[in-house]
């Protein structure tokens, strides 16, 4: 070897070496191939949230559900959801205030002796003897001035007397003693939970409760449960059922209004010719059926995994529900949207709940109608009002779940998105609750394994200022990407990673067997293409058998290790991909000592030992690319694109193994021509692969079963490159070609793979 070329071999080496350092920091120090990112549009959640509000109260079976509903599935399929529908269902409870408020109202009023002054607001008193009635005071508009909890109780028509009882403690319970046909009025100030108070009120014979808050003007509104009955009930786990023939008017008032009925009652208390009291004009009878409303449309996944995730579309009738819980079915129609760019192993499918704020309706009814799906569901995810805003001490996201299994998964997932930097204002806590308050619920008792998402309690809840201007923005994408971090975990997802170099003009799938079997085939004839150059090379000299062996160990070496053992074993388990390509390992040692038997190493001549190697590659390279054409069978079917990149990829790496199998076949004494055509064979097994995928195992192979062929195969090219061509080049004594060429094979593989995919 000449100066000339011995600087040219270093100048080969240094330039390999540092493409393969290159190639292989990026790809496993700084380019993080296994995390999914997502691009969140806060501004379409927006824009949902503002339509769906748009609608008004949507209460269950109302024309402002079917407004809902209809945009609801119309986006679904603008998203690109399957098999959208929407489902109604006729279920018993859960009454409703009509349109007009004058229908549902109260009357203030005050009995008063004849000639004396009346209490603030009333008219004069009327001439003549006895008591008068003064009814023409204090009309107060249903939802204006009051809301009823829980539609609770009952018709009430008749007078009951006013009573203030402060923040409704238990000594203030205790110290009034009998209650008999008084309204009472407490200032909740959350020292006692309503359920409570409610119990106590009834305990004591109490005609009607009235609640109001302290500088809280406008009333609220709370959910409630159906009764088997179907009455509709509130807090019907805090007593146990022990009332249910016992429920009393439950009416939210708000702060001025409770100021009005003050005044009365202090007039009352100091003057005995006054008589503060109340009467209440509605229709409580909250028995009937009505429809419910459910929508659903689905992505379909590539295994049999079942996940769906839900939001309720429904509102309280008070309230056009932006947080409470268009904010919820923003953030699916998000979720949908990012999902449908990925391949999930599992189908996910996708629902809007009618009739939540009346007792989980919708939920209930859809479960009783689809038991076979609900008993196939690996997990139901819920999104529920999960608006949050730190400035109002609401930066915390609430997650539940019914498992405990999952919350360390949860936790390590809502850990990474909160440091990510983004989002150092809010938090997350995760509990386990087998039980839930929203639809969620519906699905534990039905066994299902759940996962909960909420906002905490917000002052615009369940009342007519829950409109979107309260909306905390930023916090939208938070939720829909612990989400979507959630599913990908729990769905399975398969990485299809974009690769550096893009061929445009291939969108979709492919629909034909016959393109992906000419795929596999050009893929299979680069191996030609290495047998090829070396049946233009008349005679192969030391040094070029040196390197060219070494660059095919470097090839079969890397593409061994670090793709068809490492890579497989991060998406397919260490265990399983280790046993495979041990096994691959094994195997072929065990070919190699039946074949040497009867003859003698040490006296095999060099040409002799050259051939068999050539050979024994181009055996363990046939039955390496037979699971590469199963792979790209299956990748062509569901990319088209991704499908011509693998192919890509493949030919080139196929090209130095057709080199690596032609070259000692000649040196051997093979000659150039049977080199050359053992070499091309070796490549004929890409599509014989992609065929067998295409037409007979498509239905059963899974990304698992090519998976374990792979690293099987690498365990036999592992042993052919460190028993078979590695020793046999170092035989030609040519040290620094041998080197050279093992990092100039490496350095070209891994680039390609890099660069194609």
């Given at each position: 070897m000449g100066p000339s070329s011995d600087r040219t071999l270093t100048i080969v080496g240094l330039i390999s070496a540092i493409v393969l350092l290159s190639s292989l920091t990026y790809e496993y120090l700084l380019h993080e191939e296994n995390e999914i990112s997502f691009s969140i549009d806060n501004?379409?959640?927006?824009?949902?949230?503002?339509?769906?509000?748009?609608?008004?109260?949507?209460?269950?079976?109302?024309a402002e559900e079917n407004l809902a509903t209809e945009y609801i599935s119309q986006r679904f399929i603008e998203i690109g959801l399957e098999n959208v529908k929407v489902e109604e269902f006729q279920v018993t409870g859960a009454w409703f205030v009509d349109a007009d408020p004058d229908e549902h109202q109260i009357l203030m009023h005050a009995q008063l002796e004849q000639g004396l002054q009346n209490g603030p607001g009333l008219p004069d008193g009327t001439a003549g003897s006895g008591r008068i009635a003064i009814e023409e005071t204090g009309h107060l508009n249903h939802i204006e001035a009051f809301t009823y909890l829980g539609y609770s109780g009952a018709n009430h028509k008749h007078d009951n007397m006013l009573t203030f009882l402060g923040n409704g403690s238990a000594e203030q319970f205790e110290s009034i003693g009998d209650l008999t046909d008084l309204a009472v009025m407490i200032n909740y100030d959350n020292s006692r939970s309503l359920a409570e108070i409610y119990k106590d009120s009834i305990d004591r014979n109490a005609g009607v409760v009235m609640i109001y808050s302290e500088g809280v003007e406008t009333p609220p509104f709370r959910s409630v449960t159906v009764k088997e009955n179907g009455e509709t009930v509130p807090f019907p786990d805090a007593y146990d059922g022990q009332y249910a023939d016992s429920l009393i008017p439950y009416i939210y008032i708000s702060e001025s209004v409770a100021m009005v009925f003050h005044d009365y009652i202090e007039q009352a208390e100091s003057d005995s010719t006054i008589f503060?009291?109340?009467?209440?004009?509605?229709?409580?009878?909250?028995?009937?059926?009505?429809?419910?409303?459910?929508?659903?449309?689905?992505?379909?996944?590539?295994?049999?995994?079942?996940?769906?995730?839900?939001?309720?579309?429904?509102?309280?009738?008070?309230?056009?529900?932006?947080?409470?819980?268009?904010?919820?079915?923003?953030?699916?129609?998000?979720?949908?949207?990012?999902?449908?760019?990925?391949?999930?192993?599992?189908?996910?499918?996708?629902?809007?709940?009618?009739?939540?704020?009346?007792?989980?309706?919708g939920s209930q009814a859809y479960i009783e109608s689809n038991q076979?799906?609900?008993?196939?569901?690996?997990?139901?995810?819920?999104?529920?009002?999960?608006?949050?805003?730190?400035?109002?001490?609401?930066?915390t996201l609430g997650i539940e779940t019914s498992d405990a299994n999952l919350v360390d998964s949860i936790s390590k997932i809502q850990s990474s998105v909160l440091n990510n930097g983004e989002w150092n204002e809010y938090d997350a806590t995760v509990q386990v609750n087998p039980q839930g308050n929203s639809d969620h619920r519906a699905f534990n008792q039905f066994g299902t394994t759940t996962i909960g998402f909420y906002g905490w309690e917000y002052e615009e809840y369940h009342r007519q200022t829950d409109v979107p201007s309260v909306i905390h923005q930023e916090s939208l994408a938070l939720t829909v990407e612990i989400v979507l971090q959630v599913l990908v975990t729990q769905g399975g997802h398969e990485s299809v990673e974009e690769p550096l170099i893009q061929i445009s003009g291939l969108e979709g799938e492919s629909e034909s067997w016959v393109f992906p079997f000419v795929l596999a085939l050009l893929a299979g004839l680069a191996t030609g293409i290495g047998g090829l150059i070396v049946f233009v090379v008349k005679e192969i000299s030391q040094e070029m058998m040196a390197f060219l062996l070494a660059m095919a160990a470097g090839v079969m070496l890397l593409v061994s290790v670090l793709d068809l053992w490492f890579g497989q074993a991060l998406e397919n388990g260490f265990l399983p991909i280790t046993i495979s390509f041990g096994i691959g390992m094994a195997i072929v040692y065990a070919v190699g000592m039946y074949t040497a038997k009867g003859e003698d190493i040490s006296e095999m001549t060099k040409e002799r030992k050259l051939y068999k190697s050539g050979i024994l590659t181009a055996i363990a390279l046939a039955i390496h690319n037979f699971p590469e054409g199963l792979a790209m069978g299956v990748a062509v079917l569901e990319s088209a694109q991704y499908g011509v990149v693998l192919m890509a990829a493949i030919a080139l790496h196929n090209i130095p193994e057709g080199i690596a199998v032609a070259a000692p076949i000649q040196a051997g004494g093979g000659g150039r021509l049977k080199a050359t055509l053992i070499a091309m064979a070796t490549g004929f097994t890409e599509p014989l692969g992609a065929l067998f995928a295409l037409l007979i195992l498509g239905p059963i192979l899974t990304p698992f079963m090519v998976g374990c062929s792979l690293a099987f195969v690498g365990g036999i090219m592992t042993v052919v490159a460190c028993k078979e061509l590695i020793p046999q080049a170092r035989e030609q004594n040519r040290p620094k070609h041998l080197l050279v060429g093992a990092v100039f094979g490496a350095a070209v593989m891994q680039l390609s793979l890099l660069l194609l995919g």
């Open positions: 501004s379409d959640m927006i824009e949902d949230i503002d339509r769906i509000a748009s609608f008004g109260p949507r209460v269950a079976g109302s503060a009291s109340l009467d209440g004009f509605w229709e409580g009878n909250n028995v009937g059926t009505r429809s419910v409303k459910v929508v659903t449309g689905e992505l379909p996944g590539k295994g049999e995994g079942e996940i769906l995730v839900g939001a309720h579309h429904d509102s309280v009738y008070i309230s056009p529900g932006a947080v409470d819980n268009a904010v919820g079915v923003s953030q699916l129609f998000e979720v949908a949207t990012q999902l449908s760019e990925l391949n999930l192993d599992s189908t996910v499918r996708f629902a809007t709940w009618g009739g939540e704020e009346l007792g989980l309706l076979e799906y609900i008993e196939s569901l690996d997990l139901y995810i819920n999104l529920d009002s999960t608006n949050l805003n730190p400035s109002k001490g609401l930066g």
